[in-house]
């Protein structure tokens, strides 16, 4: 297993311009197991619980040893986070037990599936949102990397296995977490299975959702005016931006600054801007500026050349990623794993590549040609 697959490529593609704050991390690769990697240290555990190999990528993992683990932690650490974004591989050696709990909230697995309870303040009302997700966790006694992801200022949940998401939960934007009072506990009721000397848990990271404004264009419009190319787009009241800063692309992989437009702070309003001296075919995208100095990017407009038909094999694949595009004109490609970090750049000439691939780590990587993404698992 890869030590940690993430993904939820909408929110993965909005968030390019923001970093997650991890606030809790362990690994559990030596003992004391109660010391953190990112954050305080448990402040106890059953005493039973050791660091024992066996662990993802050849590491140690936590094994209960007979007893249900109980790591307890101080709950202020994490009661003043508005959303969440946690992780943990866990090997399934029982039907029912916690990954992480605190208050309200409850993350882990129950008659072999898996669950998130977790409850927000919509508008001033206390809701809770307990939910099966659905789905059943392996019981290959593999490490399974499990998530949750809850951004408030979207509101959008996610919940995935191994990088593939599961169930969404789609709240009103901006309703704060309410995690309640009390110790945070890690491994509630997680005793193995009264296994002794098999590790069940590795890799618990809680942090901060990386930033995702509250910034959505209305509408976006790109059009030919003559020799000209006109963009337009409109802009809801209450989202805060102070400037539109217009990119271009020829490839629609590298794109240059070719212009601003000031905003008007929170204020409802229509928007253009004129680019005067367009390529043969052009890709438009919008970075809105908000005052805080953070940022979110439009969707995609493109004007001129041939939309390219795509097509991506083998899928899955091993080594190598063939592209096939319609047509003869150079298109550009990306690729780039779950994580956001590009792993290469080029151009497609002559309307087929082929992608070497083969020291991609294993899981999940995005392709995207032009303004269109594929998933691609990597074996």
């Known amino acids: 297993m890869v030590k940690s697959i993430y993904i939820q490529v909408l929110i993965l593609l909005m968030a390019f311009s923001g970093q997650a704050q991890v606030v809790s991390q ?3 690769d030596s003992n004391p197991v109660t010391n953190a990697v990112v954050g305080p240290n448990a402040t106890g555990y059953s005493g039973s619980a050791i660091s024992v190999s066996g662990g993802v990528g050849g590491t140690n993992g936590l094994a209960p040893n007979g007893q249900n683990i109980n790591m307890t932690m101080a709950g202020s650490t994490f009661n003043s986070m508005p959303g969440v974004d946690i992780s ?3 090997a399934r050696r029982e039907n029912g037990a916690s990954f992480f709990t605190l208050g309200n909230f409850d993350f882990g697995i129950a008659t072999g599936a898996i669950y998130v309870k977790f409850t927000v303040n919509i508008g001033g009302t206390i809701t809770a949102m307990n939910s099966n997700a659905g789905f059943v966790a392996p019981n290959d006694g593999a490490f399974h990397t499990y998530r949750f992801v809850y951004n408030n200022t979207t509101g959008i949940g996610t919940l995935s296995l191994d990088g593939v998401t599961k169930a969404t939960y789609t ?14 506990t890690i491994g509630s009721a997680m005793d193995g299975g009264g296994s002794s000397t098999l590790p069940e848990l590795d890799n618990l990271i809680i942090q901060n959702p990386p930033i995702v404004l509250a910034l959505e264009l209305e509408s976006f419009d790109a059009v030919a005016a003559g020799s000209w190319n006109r963009l337009s787009w409109s802009m809801a009241g209450g989202m805060d931006v102070s400037e539109f800063v217009i990119e271009r692309s020829a490839d629609g992989v590298n794109y240059r600054v070719i212009g601003a437009v000031a905003g008007s702070g929170s204020v409802a309003g229509g928007y253009s801007f004129t680019d005067a001296s367009p390529a043969a075919r052009n890709f438009y995208r919008i970075k809105m500026v908000s005052a805080d100095g953070s940022s979110a990017y439009s969707s995609i407009r493109k004007i001129g050349g041939v939309v390219a038909a795509v097509s991506c094999w083998p899928n899955p694949t091993v080594n190598v990623v063939n592209v096939k595009v319609s047509g003869t004109e150079p298109v550009g490609y990306t690729l780039f794993g779950l994580d956001g970090k590009v792993i290469q750049t080029g151009r497609i000439v002559g309307g087929q590549a082929s992608l070497d691939v083969s020291r991609v780590p294993k899981g999940v990587m995005i392709i995207r040609v032009e303004n269109e993404t594929y998933k691609i698992a990597k074996l």
Not at 171 to 184: C, F, M
Request: aromatic residues 20%; glycine residues 16%.
């Open 26 to 28: 362990f690994t559990w």
């Open 88 to 90: 943990v591989d866990f």
């Open 171 to 184: 709240i009103a934007a901006g309703s704060p977490l309410v995690w309640g009072s009390g110790n945070a």
